[in-house]
């Protein structure tokens, strides 16, 4: 069973952004959400249940707009996907985006990610996690903000299947630093690729909105696909 510390408050690795949703979002949110939607909850999801088929289940933490995860689901029709964001008018753009593209392998959560993994993710449940420029918090005071944290890796290791993988991408070159320095001190991954680019060299992944928002700033991109360690 899993079970959590109701009285340790996790520190929040986002703010809400501000943003009014538009009418098209607004009729997504209401009319797609219930087929595409899961509620929080402080029980287990059946990933089998819910997709009601068994296959290889690939979850995306802070999708921004959803649109690199629609098109992951889109072109891997043979895998789940689950997409985790807390921006409303972010996840009514991933629902128009999916219905669009006509997917029926795509569930959505709009609940701090940490909170998502630690109470309804089951354990071994993922092959794949993939983390694509989360918020730097670049202000010193702020770098426990950041997401991506010891606790964090140990909190994904154990919901990812063996030799399944977490994939991390960012334009911020300090971020860099410290998710080389964070998964370098774990013993539960191994970093089986690194490539920093300008943008044209992406591992496996469609470019994002943030990636193009980086980029056309100049920034470079950092990406990295860390394996889960074996016996961990
Ligand atoms: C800089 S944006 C990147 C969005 C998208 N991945 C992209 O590349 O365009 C980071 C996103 O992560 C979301 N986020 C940060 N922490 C989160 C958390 N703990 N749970 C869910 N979403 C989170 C934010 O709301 C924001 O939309």
Known sequence: MQTQDPHRRSIRSFVKRAGRLTPSQRKALEELWPTMGLRHSPDLLDLDEVFARVAPVVLEIGFGNG???VQ?????????????????????????????????NLRLL???????????????????????????WPKKR?????????D????????????????IATDWAEYAEHIDDVVGQSNRFTCSERREH?????????????ERRGLKKGHRIWDGCFIKAPNN
């Open 142 to 150: 702020h770098h426990k903000r950041r997401i991506v944290q010891h």
């Open 67 to 69: 649109e690199t995860l």
């Open 198 to 210: 300008d943008g044209e060299q992406p591992l496996d992944r469609p470019r994002t909105k943030f």
């Open 110 to 136: 709009m609940h701090d990610a940490i909170e998502v993994l630690n109470s309804q993710i089951p354990l071994e449940s993922l092959t794949r996690v993939n983390l694509y420029f989360p918020d730097p």
């Open 152 to 167: 964090f890796l140990n909190l994904i290791a154990d919901r990812l299947s063996t030799n399944g993988s977490l994939n």
């Open 72 to 104: 992951q689901a889109f072109e891997n029709p043979d895998k789940n996907y689950i997409g985790i964001e807390v921006h409303k008018p972010g996840v009514g753009h991933c629902l128009l985006k999916a219905h669009d593209a006509g997917i029926g």
